[in-house]
């Protein structure tokens, strides 16, 4: 009796590998993820402090400047109509964080929420939510997005509505899974035993418990909004100028004179877009590797 | 098996009319009229006007229209377009080829492509090759696809000069099997480049996960060399998820066409679909939306079926 208690006691204190340690050891270990992370970490810096870090006005157009190449007081050049690249690059990440963040928010959202909700009632409820999830999901997407996006007027706000909307089914999917498999585990049980509301054990019980497989859905969904946002303004059905984002600066590319003889208005900004999502995907294998138990 | 496919089959008509019908709505309640995009800069008198919008239809209330839409659907008949009047079948029948053989290129070469290399990361996990093909994967997936195609187009067309810069073939010069694959060649490598990136990755995750089962383990005891525990255990298990991705990868390919197209002039249904919205052209978009939810329903059934066929323990019987 008494060496069992020192037994549990010595356990108690021995130095605890809890679950968060050891995924942040994991993630720490995955060297590109660990790249990634300070890179996403300097462009959201670069999005928040656009206003400082800018050299000129974004939308400050000057004919006089119009189609220069990089020169010292333009770093990267200047555009069709003479405004600075460089300028238009620093807040064009705001529209990429902001789509990304913002468009996965409101999915994800969605997705907990039915998930959750078809998992834990199951019955009717369940069959409804994984109808309307099959439905949406055979959707042919892009289509939808073009032709909303391309009617309702192109602007940052409809493509977060459309990407917000659409992107729910795979989350909800995966929440359901989750959630299926949590129900039956003890501590549901036991909350359910000592008389707890439905809607606490959904909040402090399963949700918890359910959030690895989420959080990495949640990160490479980022990088994907961030890439159909781009192509939307590239193809002049996204962000409209004088407004600037990545996509829509590589716009005037698409005719070959601008492709040859002026590197530096669509190069950059291609770039950046490269580098965002390669980054954000990275961290998204780094947090896979490291919430997935099975995996080690 | 049969029931399964006819189960399946029978659920994708309600969901292609849901789609269908939410689309309708979508495209003839969203502000713009295709009137004003028909009537353009010609002066027309208000009962002009009132005529053509008579003539196309457009003054009945929408539910009748959707009705109408449905009818001349069963009848084989997508309507006719705003623009030129031609039947919306022909008009999407013209593109499918293009498109068509674009897809196919990028199916093909991404799956010679990315298998090899998938398996081998998996193999040679956490070494020097490993991390470069994780590294290309990923590139492949992050590059987006507009970017890929201008810098393909300014590298090998207008600095090397290897590779036209667009268009489905060498205008005036008739058609020829090898100069369609000239001017193939560069959308279908740098579509397939993404496409490859995702595969690798699928690739490589099955595999890994079928290395760890206990028959490769037992194989490997049995004394079997390295070589054929791979290749005649592993990988023939491996590769049954791929079986499924061919299916539900119509969506994501028909998303990188429409971009593709539009960079390299390419006629196909992306580049049409694109021109149906900023003219309105209400019948060739529901025509096309009509289509590629066909397709992308299609693609799921196969994947289901595929994935049924090749793996035993699924059994596709009529009860799920």
């Keep these: ?296 | 098996m049969h029931t399964f496919i006819i189960r399946r089959f029978l659920i994708s008509i309600p969901v292609i009319l849901l789609i269908t019908m939410i689309m309708y709505l979508i495209v003839n309640l969203a502000p713009g009229d295709p009137i004003d995009m028909l009537v353009g800069q010609q002066a027309l008198t208000p009962s002009e006007i009132e005529q053509i919008r008579i003539s196309l239809g457009l003054n009945e209330p929408i539910h009748q229209r959707y009705l109408k839409w449905l009818g001349q659907l069963a009848r084989g008949n997508l309507g006719f377009s705003y623009l030129d009047h031609q039947p919306v079948l022909d008009r999407i029948a013209e593109r499918l080829v293009p498109t068509f053989s674009l897809m196919f290129f990028v199916i093909l070469v991404s799956y010679i492509t990315a298998v090899p290399i998938g398996v081998i990361s998996a193999i040679r996990q956490y070494t020097w090759i490993d991390y470069l093909a994780t590294a290309l994967a990923f590139s492949g997936i992050s590059f987006p696809n507009f970017f890929s195609g201008l810098v393909g187009i300014y590298f090998f067309s207008l600095v090397l000069k290897w590779l036209p810069t667009g268009g489905l073939e060498t205008i005036g010069q008739g058609f020829s099997m090898v100069d369609r694959l000239y001017h193939l060649l560069l959308p279908g490598l740098v579509l397939a480049f993404r496409e490859m990136g995702v595969l690798v990755r699928y690739t490589r995750s099955s595999m890994l996960d079928v290395i760890r089962q206990d028959y490769v383990r037992t194989a490997r005891a049995g004394g079997l060399s390295e070589w054929k525990v791979i290749l005649h255990h592993a990988l023939r298990n491996a590769l049954l998820p791929l079986i499924t991705m061919l299916g539900l990868s119509i969506p994501r390919l028909f998303a990188g066409v429409v971009i593709i197209e539009q960079i390299f002039q390419w006629p196909g249904m992306g580049r049409l679909a694109i021109e149906a919205i900023l003219s309105r052209d209400y019948p060739v978009l529901m025509g096309l939306t009509l289509c590629t939810a066909v397709l992308v329903l299609m693609g799921n059934l196969l994947a289901d079926i595929l994935y049924g066929v090749a793996d035993p323990r699924i059994r596709l019987s009529g009860k799920r």
């Design chain 1, 1 to 296: 009796m008494m060496r069992d208690a020192a037994d549990h006691k010595a356990l108690l204190e021995a130095p605890r590998q809890t679950f968060r340690s050891l995924a942040r050891r994991r993630f720490l270990r995955h060297r590109l993820a660990l790249v990634g992370a300070v890179i996403v970490a300097a462009i959201v810096l670069m999005a928040v402090f656009a206003p400082w870090l800018a050299p000129h006005d974004p939308n400050h157009v000057n004919i006089m400047l119009a189609r220069e190449g990089p020169s010292s007081g333009h770093f990267l050049g200047s555009d069709l109509v003479g405004r600075d690249v460089l300028s238009r690059l620093i807040y064009g990440s705001r529209v990429s964080l902001s789509v990304g963040l913002l468009a996965v928010g409101v999915y994800m959202a969605i997705g907990l929420i039915l998930g959750c909700v078809a998992g834990y009632f199951g019955g009717w409820v369940d069959m409804m939510v994984s109808r309307m999830v099959d439905a949406v999901l055979s959707f042919p997407t892009l289509m939808l997005i073009l032709v909303i996006v391309g009617l309702l007027g192109p602007s940052l706000f409809n493509i977060i509505l459309v990407l917000g909307f659409l992107g729910w089914p795979e989350v909800a999917r995966i929440v359901r899974g989750q959630t299926l498999a949590v129900r039956e585990e003890l501590y549901v049980l036991s909350s359910e035993a000592a008389g707890a509301p439905s809607s606490r054990i959904l909040l402090k019980d399963i949700l918890p418990n359910i959030m690895s497989p989420v959080i990495v859905n949640a990160t490479f969904g980022v990088a994907r909004a961030i890439l159909i946002e781009a192509g939307l303004s590239f193809l002049g059905m996204g962000v409209q100028p004088p407004t600037a984002s990545w996509g829509n600066m590589l716009n005037d590319a698409q005719s070959l004179s601008i492709l040859e003889t002026m590197p530096w208005m669509w190069v950059p900004p291609g770039l950046m877009i490269f580098i965002a999502t390669i980054s954000i995907n990275f961290v998204g294998d780094g947090l896979r590797d490291a919430l997935d138990p099975k995996l080690n």
